[in-house]
């Protein structure tokens, strides 16, 4: 078995990048072993993108006396699916200080359902079930926000 959690495939931003990493994974799968891979299901990641600045979460970090703020900003363009922006992580004291604040870029790939099926049959490997969250809720295109792959070699 192997996993690539987290929409981890969606950072490789090329659509053949993708597809050389899901041939490298099944090569080294044994005949029945499986592969989980979540991903965003576009329509429902897209709707969350206006390229504007957004508090994402805020929280205590009882154990050191601070507050932990995730912002971030993503663009999305329709031609390549790529996704780009920032995630700004900001550390305050109890009093307000900033202690801290990192900048991340984010760059990712948005693959729709019928092309991450074709690169999977690509590699090699078949669809044994598809989920639409991480309580295996069936998949729902036009609701349900992730897509968690279970592929079969």
Same mark, same amino acid.
């Given at each position: 078995?192997?996993?690539?959690?987290? *929409?981890?495939? @969606?950072?490789?931003?090329?659509?053949?990048d993708?597809? $050389?990493?899901?041939?490298?994974? %099944?090569? &080294? /799968? =044994?005949?029945?072993?499986?592969?989980?891979?979540?991903?965003?299901?576009?329509?429902v990641?897209?709707?969350?993108?206006?390229?504007?600045?957004?508090?994402?979460?805020?929280?205590?970090?009882?154990?050191?006396?601070?507050?932990?703020?995730?912002?971030?900003?993503?663009?999305?363009?329709?031609?390549? *699916?790529?996704? @780009?922006?920032?995630?700004?992580?900001?550390?305050?004291? $109890?009093?307000?200080?900033?202690? %801290?604040? &990192? /900048? =991340?870029?984010?760059n990712?790939?948005?693959?729709?359902?019928?092309?991450?099926?074709t690169?999977?049959?690509?590699?090699?490997?078949?669809?044994?079930?598809l989920?639409?969250?991480?309580?295996?809720?069936?998949?729902?295109?036009?609701?349900?926000?992730?897509?968690?792959?279970?592929?079969?070699?």
């Amino acid at each position: 078995m192997a996993l690539i959690p987290f *929409h981890a495939l @969606a950072e490789l931003s090329i659509l053949a990048d993708q597809q $050389r990493a899901l041939v490298r994974v %099944a090569h &080294h /799968l =044994l005949r029945g072993g499986r592969l989980i891979v979540t991903l965003h299901n576009p329509p429902v990641r897209i709707q969350r993108i206006d390229g504007l600045l957004h508090l994402w979460a805020e929280r205590e970090m009882p154990a050191h006396g601070q507050r932990l703020l995730l912002w971030g900003r993503e663009q999305y363009d329709p031609e390549t *699916h790529l996704v @780009a922006g920032h995630e700004f992580f900001e550390v305050y004291d $109890r009093d307000g200080l900033m202690l %801290a604040r &990192h /900048l =991340l870029p984010l760059n990712f790939r948005l693959t729709s359902p019928a092309e991450f099926e074709t690169l999977a049959h690509h590699a090699g490997l078949k669809v044994s079930a598809l989920y639409g969250d991480y309580s295996c809720a069936p998949f729902d295109p036009a609701s349900s926000p992730f897509m968690i792959w279970v592929l079969e070699k």
